[in-house]
């Protein structure tokens, strides 16, 4: 609840708690076990920051944040409850300004995002990739640049991934070494990213985080809500998305400086998908986005279990915390807690360990930042009721929401001209080249076989014409020597009877 320019938490011995509005942007922790309250701590806060007019992202893990978008409905535990808050004159059961959002596309605006836009540095962190598998990512973006290829979503990835294997040798001595190896391990890192809605998310129109940074006409912030149930069942996509929100604000949004409230808040539920398994090199990445991002007036909360599942660089950042009870029943979970509880500025009158065990569901142990930025003693402290819906939302009241929150811009996909029909282009363009060249190699063949064999046939000709003249000449001979054979034969006996007649004269 926001009163008096402050962001009412709750009680406390019977003094209201606050966190300061100014400080709220140096970033926060709520966590605590599985059903001790963290979701009704997440929504009673972005209800309040609402209500200040600052912009508020969260995600919904189990669908019951959704029923910011309506009216709570009142009942005896919470008129009790109003009642214990001393709120009686300022509670109203209402409704928020809602935004709802879905990367699959079923429950919410799509949120969309290039592969440009994901750039090689980050994409190799999401993906896992080795130094050299990262080298070879920056090649290919490189390449694609050059090339004037547009990146947008996975098929345009991987078109490129697969024309620059192909063609690696015109690129070696330009841009250094592409081995088929890092080609082939980049495009297995992305088929798990693929199999989890990974080419839902990668497309056109692409989110302006700036339509996220919005208010309603009475001045309330912009409640946008990400439907989460299916898409934390995919961690390998969750956390891209989260890094990626975070790399996008502080790359587009200008420095800001101490503001009296926050630009824009963020709600990380599930925070440690975030970090699962996460190589060093991207909890560095988050680490710095978190350090920076505060001067660009954003202020980021994670929502955990255990603070133990985040990194002590990044915990380190969380200045405005909220725990709720965790259960020790091994070491290590006593470890954790001793830890938790060493987190805090002590108060002298409890001890803070023994207290994180014994709270009950909507108590919690808190400590914020005072208008100074000096962290408060951790008191014990019982959480504010939400005002609105606690559950989720009806369908039709989503549908309704939906229609004239005017995003509707998103809902429907572009599959613009990019680098995966450009490629296919040029590559039919050089099928067909080549084709034409296979013909145009087809025909001077087919037209030296007809040389030769019109040389053959000439060639035969002559023989023929040769052998015929030689026939000739042979019967000219014969029929010479026939006519001179003939005249001697002739000639004789004209001489015989000129002699016979001589002597019997």
Known sequence: MYRDGKIYMGLADGQQVFMELNMSNRHGLIAGASG??????????????????????????????????????????????IDKFGVRDSFQYKSYPVCFWDIYQENGHSVRATVSDIGPDLLSRILGLTEAQEGVLNIIFKIADDKGLILIDLKDLRAILNYVSEHREEYISAYGNITTQSVGGILRALLPLESQGGDLFFGEPDLDIFDWIRTDGNGRGMINILDSVKLVQNPTLYASFLLWMMAELFER????????????????DEAHMLFADAPKVLVQKIEQVVKLIRSKGVGIYFVTQSPGDIPDSVLAQLSNRVQHALRAYTPAEQKVVRAAAQSFRANPAFKTEDVIMELGVGHALTSFLDENGVPSIVRQTAIICPQSLMGAVDESTRRSVMAGDGMGKYDQSVDNESAYEMLNDQKELEQQQKALEEERLKLEKEKEEFEKQKEKELAAMQK?????????????????????????????????????????K
Do not use: H, Y
């Not at 009673?44 to 029923?67: H, Y």
């Not at 026939?471 to 003939?486: H, N, T, V």
């Not at 034969?489 to 000129?498: C, D, E, P, W």
């Open 36 to 81: 001790t309250g963290k979701t009704v701590t997440m929504k009673a806060m972005a209800e309040s920051f609402s209500d200040a007019g600052v912009p508020v992202f969260l995600c919904d893990v189990k669908g019951d944040v959704s029923g910011l978008a309506s009216a709570g409905e009142p009942s005896e535990g919470m008129e009790e409850r």
């Open 253 to 268: 949004l200008p420095e800001a400086g101490d503001l009296e409230k926050p630009k824009l808040v963020f709600f990380f």
């Open 464 to 504: 023929l014409a040769a052998a015929e003249q030689k026939k000739k000449e042979r019967a000219q001979e014969r029929r010479k020597s026939q006519i001179e054979r003939s005249l001697i034969s002739t000639g004789s006996q004209i001489l015989k009877r000129g002699i016979m007649n001589t002597l019997f």
